[in-house]
Nanobody
């Protein structure tokens, strides 16, 4: 499975960005696709995910501001509104084949990762 992200950039606080992630290859086992982020000097953290049945999960820090969606089985989006400087990070798309994981929020729940896209929020 290959994942290609796009949509990162520089935005002022309070602004919006939309990230996209397209999966290709052996995508028939798409159990979930999610977003993680990693800020400089910090560990990679969960942001949001959407499962095969359209259930969505969000980190508390982004709930109400970010929305994950998909337009077909293998392309997902992350709409980010009300961006804050603390949202600055490299955002990674992730793909999971584990249908048995009902709330995939851990790095170990995902098999494939994109190359990452930088999001910078200025104050």
């Amino acid at each position: 499975v290959q994942l290609v992200e796009s949509g990162g950039g520089l935005v002022q606080a309070g602004g919006s960005l939309r990230l996209s992630c397209a999966a290709s290859g052996r995508t028939s086992s798409n159990a979930a696709m999610g977003w993680f982020r990693q800020a400089p000097g910090k560990e990679r953290e969960f942001v949001a995910t959407i499962r095969w049945n359209s259930d969505t999960y969000y980190a508390e820090s982004v709930k109400g501001r970010f929305t994950i969606s998909r337009d077909n089985k293998n392309t997902v989006y992350l709409q980010m509104n009300g961006l804050k400087p603390d949202d600055t990070a490299v955002y990674y798309c992730a793909f999971s084949q584990y249908f048995g994981v009902t709330s995939p929020r851990q790095i170990r729940d995902y098999d494939y990762w994109g190359q990452g896209t930088q999001v910078t929020v200025s104050s």
